[in-house]
């Protein structure tokens, strides 16, 4: 069965304190890994695909990191603005839908 | 270019009553997908279609029905609502590329 787990829940950073976030997945033939924003009350917004190890892939303060079986979201000097719960999710080979990760809460604070 | 569009926003059902949740995208993707996500939670997949006629379960299926009878709409319907069933759904949308896009969400409270 495939299996998403990020960690770690929540984290609180002071702005311009840098940090990672782990996703770590079990699939058995991984199509892509996929990172979401989600913003309270809305809809998670598309942020990375990353489709085999090694590979990386940056927008503004972000950057996502993929290994065979883990993903990491770096994110540098962060700002209020990037407050939000960051979902991660494997695409299987076998599989027509994503399987998400519950998701790291981050809070950056001023 | 509205891409996914969800109806209603919000929602407040009595046990046992039944409901449609509405999801239009005007953006001529083939897979659509329903999840719900309880607080705290990930997103787990309700139903999915690839594509008009075409309708798949997904890992928590039970006490919903889908239906894909055009591209553009994909209904998720409660025939009888139960407290388990409160929860933000979200309907989303993919083309052939693996990225899936999705709607502002409907919050569903059973009281």
């Known amino acids: 069965e495939d299996q998403v787990t990020q960690s770690p829940e929540a984290l609180r950073l002071q702005e311009g304190e840098s940090s990672s976030l782990n996703c770590s997945y079990t699939?058995?033939?991984?199509?892509?890994l996929f990172w979401y924003r989600q913003d309270p009350g809305k809809g998670p917004e598309f942020l990375f695909t990353?489709?085999?190890a090694g590979e990386e892939k940056e927008k503004e303060r972000l950057k996502a990191t993929l290994t065979k079986k883990e993903s990491f979201l770096h994110i540098t000097a962060p700002k209020p603005e990037d407050s939000a719960t960051y979902l991660c999710a494997a695409l299987d080979t076998g599989r027509r839908a994503l399987t998400f990760g519950s998701g790291t809460r981050l809070q950056v604070q001023p | 270019n509205a891409g996914v569009t969800q109806t209603p926003k919000f929602r407040i059902l009595k046990i046992g009553q039944s409901m449609t949740l509405q999801c239009t995208q005007d953006?001529?993707?083939?897979?659509m997908y329903w999840y719900r996500q309880d607080p705290g939670m990930g997103l787990k997949l309700i139903y999915y279609?690839?594509?008009?006629?075409?309708?798949d379960k997904g890992e928590v299926p039970n006490g919903y029905n889908v239906s894909r009878s055009t591209t553009e709409d994909f209904p998720l319907r409660l025939e009888l609502a139960a407290p388990s069933q409160t929860s933000v759904y979200f309907c989303?949308?993919?083309?052939?590329?693996?990225?899936?896009?999705f709607g502002p969400g409907t919050r569903l409270t059973v009281l």
């Open positions: 990353l489709y085999s």
């Open positions: 699939v058995s033939g991984l199509r892509g």
């Open positions: 279609s690839v594509g008009a006629g075409i309708t």
């Open positions: 953006m001529n993707h083939n897979y």
């Open positions: 989303a949308t993919r083309l052939v590329q693996d990225t899936q896009y």
